[in-house]
């Protein structure tokens, strides 16, 4: 355990950043799967409204730098692949 007070800061700073982003991952990958399963079923306007759901939040994943960019940019691309 830290001795020095501001380390002990960053300590809890670092975790509740590490929780944050585990939340972020996680819904991220609820987005996913459901536009995985509308896409799916065959509605088309439904599964439209999901990727364009999906794509968002990761492009914002992203930029706070939650995941890497070219890993948005890959699942997205594997997400348009089906959508189309």
């Known amino acids: 355990m830290a001795n020095i007070k501001s380390q002990i800061k960053r ?11 585990n939340r972020e ?16 079923s065959g509605d088309s306007d439904a599964a439209t409204a999901a990727y ?9 994943a992203a930029s706070k730098g939650i995941i890497h960019k070219n890993k948005a940019a ?5 997400l348009s692949k089906r959508l189309g």
């Open 74 to 78: 890959n699942v997205k691309s594997r």
């Open 11 to 21: 300590n809890k700073q670092s975790e509740a950043a590490r929780l944050r982003n």
């Open 52 to 60: 364009r759901d999906a794509a968002r939040s990761l492009d914002k």
């Open 25 to 40: 991952r996680s819904a991220l990958k609820t987005k996913v799967k459901n536009f995985l399963t509308t896409a799916e």
